[in-house]
């Protein structure tokens, strides 16, 4: 079988088929399926990468995921929380350095209710009309999703974390996935584009666990997937797990590239973190997205979801210069538009 072609012209693999492709691969299949996502990303994207301006605004939150440094109970961490005021002068300073695309993201903040994120939202929107405004502030009820979709938000990162509802218990204190996920299908249906994702090399994960993840995101179809190893943070019960790889998060950028040839795929903070080469090796995978951060450099340190992230010191400018550096060393060119995805890019040239 002929797997690199089966996933270009029928990408839907059943479990079977998923397990048949895993078995089979070798040095060289890797290779080529890199090689044919690098492809699949030039048709197309050409050499472009987009660029997310990320404004990390509130470290509060009221969840307990084991893996995570900023989960609720972890009392080693310093919480901060942004002003609307400041929140508002990362995008100020955003919109000068040439993002057209602000991520808001955040812990579950009891402190941001509904009306809160709808005022912030409105308020950014109505600033600078030509950026889009992505959300990427956890689970809420449907009615609040439409709320920030109707304050002008055009995009919602909620990462799946994990298709396999046991993997997904086994992560969050036995608490069952169905919600997370019926919370992608929710947010789509309203029309947000939708970024769905996990970690890879979770504790515990398992490759059928990772086969869940990729029948999901072949049937869910978001606009964007957000990927990157998993890295331990000593606050952590995780603190003495194994980070996970490199390798194997790159062949399933390449992997993802193939079954959802138009997604929009960052080369995350994570992959920078795990190699100092990682998100240029994440861009040489199939991904097109980086998402530098703009948030103030005196709270930067304390979104610290794992140990080791990047750029932490680093003012918003330098990360600009630095990113883009990266970026044509690696023969790609960055682009600062909105980057919205293919199917939508229509609807908001007519709007603006
Ligand atoms: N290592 C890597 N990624 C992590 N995230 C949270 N904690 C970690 C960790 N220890 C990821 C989760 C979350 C996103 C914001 O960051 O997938 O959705
Ligand atoms: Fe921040 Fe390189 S991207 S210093």
Redesign the pocket.
């Known amino acids: 079988m002929n797997w690199v072609k089966r996933l270009t012209e029928q990408p839907a693999l059943s479990r079977e088929e998923w397990r048949a492709f895993f078995a089979a691969l070798t040095d060289e299949s890797k290779e080529e399926i890199k090689h044919h996502a690098v492809s699949a990303r030039r048709d197309h994207y050409g050499a472009d990468v987009y660029m997310r301006g990320l404004i990390e605004f509130t470290n509060y939150c009221k969840r307990n ?1 084991s ?4 989960q609720g109970s972890n009392r080693q961490v310093q919480r901060y929380r942004l002003t609307e005021d400041e929140i508002l002068s990362c995008c100020d300073q955003g919109y000068w350095l040439g993002y057209r695309t602000f991520v808001l ?1 955040g812990g579950e903040d009891p402190f941001f209710t509904e009306d809160r994120i709808v005022r912030l939202v409105k308020r950014i929107k109505k600033t600078y009309p030509d950026c889009a405004v992505t959300l ?1 502030v956890g689970e809420w009820p449907k009615s609040s999703y439409q709320a920030f979709f109707d304050a002008g938000a055009d995009r919602y ?3 799946h ?1 994990a298709a396999s509802d046991k993997l997904y218990r086994a992560l969050h204190n036995g608490e069952s996935n169905a919600k997370r996920l019926q919370a992608l299908w929710d947010l789509k249906e309203i029309g947000f584009q939708i970024g769905a ?3 890879v090399g ?1 504790p515990g994960q398992t490759l059928d666990d990772l086969i869940d993840d990729l029948i999901f995101l072949q049937a869910l179809q978001p606009h964007m997937v ?1 990927i ?6 000593s606050d ?1 019960a ?1 603190a003495d797990a194994e ?2 790889t490199l390798e194997w998060t790159c062949l399933l950028l390449s992997i993802i590239r193939l079954i959802l040839p138009e997604v929009l795929l960052p080369a ?1 903070t ?1 992959l920078g973190s795990l190699d100092p080469k990682g998100r240029e090796r994440g861009l040489l995978a199939g991904a097109n997205v980086v998402m530098p951060n703009l948030s103030p450099t005196n709270v930067r340190d304390l979104y610290a ?3 080791g992230k990047i750029c932490t010191g680093d003012e918003a400018a330098h990360c600009r210069q630095c990113i883009e550096k990266r970026i044509a060393s690696t023969g790609f060119r960055v682009n600062m538009t909105r980057g919205d995805h293919p199917t939508r890019r229509n609807l908001y040239a007519i709007e603006c």
């Open positions: 995921c893996y995570c440094g900023i993201q990427s990162l909620l990462r974390e994702g996990f970690m979770a957000g990157g190893p998993f890295l331990p943070q952590t995780l980070p996970g995350t994570a979801l794992y140990d």
